[in-house]
């Protein structure tokens, strides 16, 4: 394994992570009204970000940008 792909690997899991806990506090601030359909299309939103801000991140692949709304 070279350095670039520890990198890599880090990066990811780094990446994974912070998703998980941005989910989890999501979860905890979720609308209890609202049914568990518009909590998870909520929750998803929040998490993709803006559909503007999604096509210009360069952390992000471009099979994300023509995932739009």
Known sequence: MT???????RVLH???????????????RAD???????QSTRKQHL???PTEFREVRVDRSNETSSDED
Not at 3 to 9: L, N, P, T
Not at 32 to 38: H, R, T, V
Request: net charge negative; aromatic share 0%.
């Open 47 to 49: 998490l993709d970000g």
């Open 32 to 38: 209890g009204s609202a049914s568990s359909k518009d």
């Open 14 to 28: 780094q990446r994974k992570r912070a998703v998980h806990l941005a989910g989890e506090v999501l979860d905890d």
């Open 3 to 9: 350095k670039e792909d520890a990198k890599g690997s």
